[in-house]
């Protein structure tokens, strides 16, 4: 893979100014809407996700069902087996015309308009947005406010131009004249082409929603009516078309339905019934409906078929973090993760990673806003591994590096590597951080940027000897992680103190091995099988209640990962690691829900702000950290603004990707600076690390904190940092 | 599917004031103006003050608006009004229509006949006899005078409380058209149309079309929650983009209520599927009733309790499997009942 591609790529998104400022307003004007809308739609989420598993996994036989049904209707039906075959057809029919046209992404896939007008036909867009950009020769800015880029002034310019008539920004003038300049286009025109959003195998109908009403005037004035859709909208009965083209407005755009709703079941006709009468209704009297199907068996085929439960109602892209930042960029003609993912199937792996396929910080933010539900980033996952397979000088280093860790002879190392760290950083006053002394800005580490540090001491030095408790409770196993055990072993310390004080007996293991996620997260599946089949091993002999984290990322391999990795296993690993991840637990939940917090005795004056990291808030954990603060006396907690986005460290990603990284650190930044607070509280170390150079970036003195060293404190008393 | 049908709309009936109430609010939030009209007369004058100032209007083929008198408003206020619905013109200057007609197939009607009905719609334009060319003619000028009308008028088939939903469903594409490109729309509808969700009103609406047509859906139906919108520019909320920028609906009582009030709610339920038309064609045939706007149960209750026609003589001994759960028995209780007023 040319990997300049990719930068360039990310380089020109991360320039475009304009359009990310208009990118991010209308992400965050319809992330908002949409949240609430879904909010206020439960089981609509679980019915849509149903209804596209039952259709994916039935789709040749619902395909046939579905064409028989629209044959019957007297649509045309055509299954194009790649884009060519689809632009074919459809430049047969529509080769030299005039083409109205409104918003398709399956029309985008295929590259319609361009192809078309290579044939001498003239198609205009008649979406609104999609119209001005079509003028100015933009591209879109967002999909659903295309031309949001451009003021109203630049709009006035824009239509002046077209209608010749001298314009200002009026944004309710404008529209009027745009209305009629396409009204024009749209009586004159002999072919409207629309895509779907649901094709309804039972009764042979097209489903289609809008705002502007072009869609309903592009398939009602033309005589002939091209629709462009992929196999995978095809859906069994009307309710459930009725569903997902409801989901799509609740997902996409934060409305309980959009404005219009059209089901067209064939061409419009009048009479029919007998010898008597009949003809062409108002609508097309030739309907054609061609069906792309490029990719989309492959991709069930190789296992992904979730892929295509996509709705393409863009509730992903309202809330991804890498979309913010860089736009159309991350993706390739479906945009975002899912357009990356598609892209693997649709063209190929290598085009895939072109697309982005390491630019998926991993976040789960998609998930949540998902119509359907869909696991983005574990199909990222899965593909990464398909690309490392091929690389074998890489694969036999990572399987050297993986056994070693495995045979616990990474402390030793480490030990080595505080050596060199001396030399190669000068630390920073607090000694949680360091700059490195040359820069290395290739591999993420400029020189400017805040680095962990390796402790003095690991944890397993700093508790060697330590007393365990007598009488207890409950007894838990403490798996740290490597970032707790190495850089911050004082929050393990502090969460040794928390627990023993309320009579729980912690078991913190030496030998414990990486959970493995950034081996995961890069694709190298087998090595983190390896691992976790190690910690399994080590954390189920110890016969403990719980097991306990303060890192939500190897909370989140423990709980979603190892089962997963582990389900072939034999010798009860697997039953093991199921046992072992119903049993797991963030510090917070495990405090609130278990454990209790009798023991906080000690007020710990401070006004805070709380950090979701990513990986709590994908394990539902978000309520409890807010009681445990709530638990400690004096802290007075300032909520900012989308606590729960993103910080940007997403592991690796911030050093293959470290400018995107903060830049999306420093929107997080901004807020957490908004709130005046001291601290920012967080339950994640990773969130630690990147929160700590983002507002070190930001020019902020606040510092950093763990959820756990305040509990400490409301144990022990004290200070604190 | 017939079970759920009868159901929801008995769970309609009985909910009817707080559905009107939830249809009223989510139809104003929408961006509709709401209209209520408590009879016929009450409809015309709301009518008449929205089309002040109107030069052409386009309207679609509904019997609520024979039931109010629409076309004979219109021409007292020197308001051209054209019709769209092929289906309508040709019936309506065929002989032997009298009774009124839901659902519109064209069937019986002898090729000769509807020539000629044709021909006289489209006056000096129809010198042909050629019977497709007299449909393209006949189609061309509706479109025409569709694209350059100021205000479209049309009936509803059923309004979901759920969303402030109007459904509009049709074979010839003209309600879509006179719904969307003029720039004004005006629906009005019986307050029995109402559903509950968008999911029941959809169901019921096909269901009609699968009785009345025989068919498995109409060629095209249209939701509509609210005037046409676009925030493109600058996040400007503006309404008329390519669709209407207002849209009124006038909801209309007319003696719907006063069923309720009675204890025949019950003949509420309708879903104007047709499945009762030949009883209900039989019976005003037989009773000499002429002026009845819907050939149903439903219909022939309210033109008996608006006094357009007075009380049967005959009911005969039909039964009728109706899909909205209406018991033929009750239809002709009702009847006697309101005989006796």
Known sequence: MNNSVLKNKVREGLDDEASRLARQIAMTVIGLSARQAAAGCPGLKEKVRAIKEQSIAGLPALMERATASLKENGCHVFVASTSEEAVAYIGKIAGNKLIVKSKSNAGKEIEIVERLERLGARVVETDLGDRINQLAGSGASHPLAPA?????????????????????????????????????????????????????????????????????????????????????????????????????????????????????????????????????????????????????????????????????????????????????????????????????????????????????????????????????????????????????????????????????????????????????????????????????????????????????????????????????????????????????????????????????????????????????????????AALARRNVELLSREGADFTVLICPACAAMVKKEWPRLLEEEGDGLAEKSVALATAAMDISQFLTEIAGMESFRHSAERRITYHDPCHLIGLGVSEQPRRLLQAIGGLELEEMKMADGCCGFGGGFSFTHYELASRIGSKKAETIVHTGASHVVTGCPGCMIHLADSLHRAGSRQRVAHIVELAALAVRGGEGR | MRQDIAAARMTVVHDLPDLLNEAGEKLTKNGCRVHLAADAAGARNVLAGLLQGEKLAVRSYSKTLQEIGFDELAAGLNLKVFRTCVAEIVMDRLENNRAGYPPLPLINCAREETGRALQEELGAEGETSDLAELGRLLKDRIRENIIGSGVGVTGVNGLAAETGTLLLAEEEGNARNVSNLPPRHIAVLGIEKVHGTVAEALAAVCSAAAHGAGQKVPACISLISGPSRTGDIGFRLVYGMHGPREVHVVLLDNGRRFLLQQGFGDMLQCIDCGACQDMCRRMALENGWAGLFSLTMKGICLALVQKRIGPPEKTGSDEVACPAGIETGRFKQALLEFSRL
């Not at chain 1, 609508?283 to 190789?302: C, D, M, N, Q």
């Not at chain 1, 806003?369 to 990572?398: F, W």
């Not at chain 1, 055990?485 to 627990?499: K, Q």
């Open chain 1, 148 to 528: 949001i880029h451009f003021t109203a002034e630049k709009v006035a310019e824009i239509l002046s131009r077209e209608t010749g008539r001298e314009m200002q920004g009026d944004a309710k003038e404008l529209v009027k004249a745009a209305r009629e300049s396409l009204r024009r286009y749209l009586e004159e025109a002999k072919v409207g082409l629309s895509g779907a959003n649901a094709v309804v195998a039972e009764t042979g109908s097209i489903i289609i929603t809008e705002n502007e009403g072009n869609i309903r005037a592009v398939t009602g004035l033309p005589e002939v009516l091209i629709v462009v859709t992929g196999v995978e909208k095809v859906v069994p009965t009307l309710d459930d078309g009725l569903a997902a083209v409801r989901a799509a407005a609740v997902y996409g755009t934060g409305q309980d339905i959009g404005t219009y709703v059209s089901v067209i079941s064939g061409p419009t006709r009048y009479g029919g019934q007998s010898d008597g009468l009949q003809g062409a209704g108002q609508g097309p009297s030739e309907v054609h409906v061609v069906f792309l199907a490029e990719g989309r068996y492959r991709a069930i085929k190789e296992g992904f078929a979730e892929a295509l439960y996509c709705l393409n109602c863009g509730g992903c892209l309202n809330v991804c973090p890498v979309y913010a930042e860089i736009g159309d960029r991350f993706g390739y003609k479906y945009l975002g993760g899912r357009g990356v993912v598609f892209t693997a199937f649709h063209e190929s792996l290598a085009r895939a990673e072109e697309a982005g396929l390491t630019l998926c910080i991993g976040c789960q933010k998609c998930m949540e806003a998902c119509a359907a539900g869909i696991n983005t980033p574990e199909m990222v996952r899965r593909l990464r591994a398909k690309t490392v397979d091929g690389q074998r000088p890489l694969k036999g280093i990572v399987r050297v590096a993986t056994a070693a860790v495995v045979e616990n002879r990474l402390p030793r190392w480490l030990k080595s590597a505080r050596a060199v760290q001396k030399a190669a950083t000068k630390r920073l006053p607090g000694g949680d951080f360091a700059l490195l002394r040359i820069g290395l800005p290739g591999l993420g580490l400029p020189a400017s940027r805040l680095l962990p540090q390796l402790a003095s001491r690991f944890l397993g030095e700093m508790i060697h000897g330590r007393p365990a408790v007598e009488k207890y409770r409950f007894k838990v196993n403490f798996f740290a992680g490597c970032l707790v055990r190495h850089v911050l072993p004082r929050l393990g310390v502090a969460l040794l103190d928390v627990l023993e004080a309320q009579a729980i007996r912690v078991v913190a293991q030496e030998e414990e091995a990486c959970c493995g996620l950034p081996l995961l997260a890069a694709g190298f599946r087998e090595e983190a």
